[in-house]
Each structure stands twice: as structure tokens, then as C-alpha cells.
């Protein structure tokens, strides 16, 4: 394991698959200046996690390459882009000249303002020095190293696919509502050949799948999927309830076997690629 500031990366340094892994929204480490800001309690900032999706991750993976952020995504969103700052709570934001994302707009920017029905999560707004300082130390550190390990992945094996990992609280009654959720930015990211071995592989474990519904995936799709150039980019969400506790805060039951489906996907994906990485050789 290679341990940056807000990130740790395990694998080794040229990647030793095509499938590289990414979870942005594991992080649970909560700098004090954050905490000092906040007027809502600490633990409310959980709802921003993707609960332990990190612990699938690890426990999944063998010699494929993981990024796993460790920085809360209550202080920096990794899958959102540099200038998705919200005017609202960071007083660098009105510099960039830029029409409001969706997302900024619902309160969920680069630094999230809002949280499930708690409204304003920070007592003030942040000056616009500071929120810089964490593009700086934590957000392009961390985009910086993934491309590098998808740029060498494609450089030896002639294919990347990069895996990004997270997790959604449940959608709905168990029995009706798609338990995962598969994202390619409605093909943009990733070909479509990608995502049917997902699907198959989800099939095969009988958990119910969505594309690109209601998440088709965020900036890390966008900023590094590149299906000509050879670099293809998946998001997976997973149904909190599938691997955490009753209360969605631990892990529980169905955490081994989300892990064996996560180690399923892996390899399908790997699988795919093979072709192309064989190709290469």
C-alpha cells in the first residue's frame, strides 16, 4: 500500500491488470476544521458516505490496483468537477463564470451543502483560499494518480477499465426495486460490452440490475472514460442494504457475499478485456 495525503493506493506500480479500481466516497477521515464548521452533528455527515464500500473493495480485490480515498466527502467531492463550487458556501465559487450543474444546484457540489432532509450543513460559508487548498492537497492528487495507473494499464495491456466503486441507499421494496445500479454515462464512458458482463454477472448472483438509473456516473466517468483511446470507465452502486447492517451504518451478512459478486465483476471484466490485452502482448 502506497499512502498519500487523503488517499491510499494498493497494487502494484505498473498495474498488473487492465481493471483498475476507485472508491471517492469511502473516506471517513474528518479534519477538524470541518467539524468546527458544521451546525448539524457529526454523524449526519455518515449520509454523504458511501459506507464501507471501501471494505468491499479490499476485501475483493487481488492484484488489481485500488485507489481508496480516505478524506470524507463531506470535505472534498473527488467525483465532482473542479469548478462544481457552490456559491452558497464557498465564496471562490462566484470567480469562475460558470452556469450552476444540477448537482450544485441540489446542494451537492464539489463541498456538499446539504444532507438528506438536515438542510445547511455549515454554519457560514467557506473563503474561497481554503476550498482551493483542498483541490490542491486532495482532489487533483487523487485524479492525477488514476490517470496515471489507467495511462500505464493501457500502455501494457493495450485496454484500461476503470472501476469506480460506491454505494446507494436502497430504491425502493427489495423485491422491485434494482439492488445495483450500473453506470457508463449512458455509453459514453465505457462500450457497451462493458456493462452486458456486469449485467450477467449481477443475473447469475440474482440481484436486480439498472444502466444509468437513476446514477449513469459522475466527473470520474467523465474526466477518464475514453472508450477510443482505449480506456473504459464503469460505476457500480451498490445497495447499502445488501452488505451493511439494519441500520446501514456496519457491515452485516451480505457483506461476503457482495464481496464474491464484486470479485465476480472483476474478473468478467478482466475477462472482456483479455482480447485486447492479449493483443497488446
Same mark, same amino acid.
Do not use: C
Given at each position: ?8 493506493r ?22 477538524d476544521a ?16 458511501d459506507?464501507?464500500?471501501?471494505s468491499l @473493495? ?6 488489481e490496483?485500488?485507489?481508496v ?6 470535505w ?11 456559491p452558497?458556501?464557498d ?5 469562475? +463564470?460558470r ?5 450544485v444546484?441540489?446542494g ?6 446539504r444532507v438528506?432532509t438536515?438542510?445547511q450543513l455549515?454554519?457560514g ?21 488514476l +490517470?496515471e ?6 500502455a ?12 446507494m441507499?436502497?430504491l425502493g421494496?427489495p ?5 445495483l ?6 455509453g459514453?464512458?465505457?462500450a ?9 454477472v ?5 440481484v436486480?440490475?439498472a444502466?444509468?438509473?437513476?446514477y ?12 477510443r483511446r ?16 439494519a441500520?446501514?451504518?456496519e457491515l452485516?451478512?451480505?457483506? @461476503? ?11 468478467a471484466?478482466?475477462?472482456e @478485456? ?6 497488446a502482448e
Open positions: 500500500m502506497t499512502r498519500a495525503a487523503s488517499f491510499d494498493y497494487g502494484p506500480v505498473p498495474p498488473e491488470s487492465p481493471v483498475v479500481l476507485s472508491v471517492p466516497h469511502g473516506g471517513r477521515d474528518y479534519p470541518l467539524l468546527a464548521a458544521l451546525r448539524v452533528p457529526a454523524v449526519a455527515l455518515r449520509a454523504l458516505e459506507r464501507h464500500a471501501d @473493495a479490499l476485501a475483493a480485490r487481488r492484484e490496483t485500488l485507489f480515498a480516505t478524506r470524507a466527502r463531506a472534498i467531492d473527488l467525483n465532482r468537477a473542479e469548478h462544481e463550487r457552490d452558497q458556501i465564496e471562490g465559487a462566484n470567480l469562475l +463564470g452556469p450552476l450543474s444540477t448537482k444546484r441540489s451537492l457540489g464539489l463541498v456538499p451543502r438528506g438536515l438542510g455549515w454554519r460559508r467557506f473563503a474561497g483560499e481554503d476550498v482551493t487548498a483542498r483541490i490542491l492537497a486532495d482532489h487533483r492528487p487523487y485524479h492525477l494518480a +490517470g495507473a489507467l495511462a500505464a494499464a493501457r501494457r495491456f493495450g485496454i484500461a477499465v476503470l472501476l469506480d466503486v460506491h454505494s441507499p436502497p421494496a423485491e422491485s426495486a434494482p439492488r445500479v450500473i453506470g457508463d454515462r449512458f459514453r464512458s465505457a457497451a460490452r462493458f456493462g452486458a458482463r456486469v449485467e450477467g449481477a443475473r447469475r448472483h440474482g436486480a440490475i444502466s444509468n438509473a437513476p449513469a456516473g459522475g466527473h470520474i466517468l467523465e474526466r477518464h472514460g475514453d472508450p482505449g480506456v473504459h470507465a464503469l460505476q457500480l452502486e451498490f445497495d447499502r442494504s445488501l452488505y451493511l447492517d441500520a446501514l451504518d452485516g451478512a451480505g457483506a @461476503a457475499t457482495m464481496t464474491a459478486l464484486l470479485r465476480a465483476t472483476i474478473d471484466l478482466a475477462d @478485456a483479455l482480447p485486447d490485452a492479449l493483443a
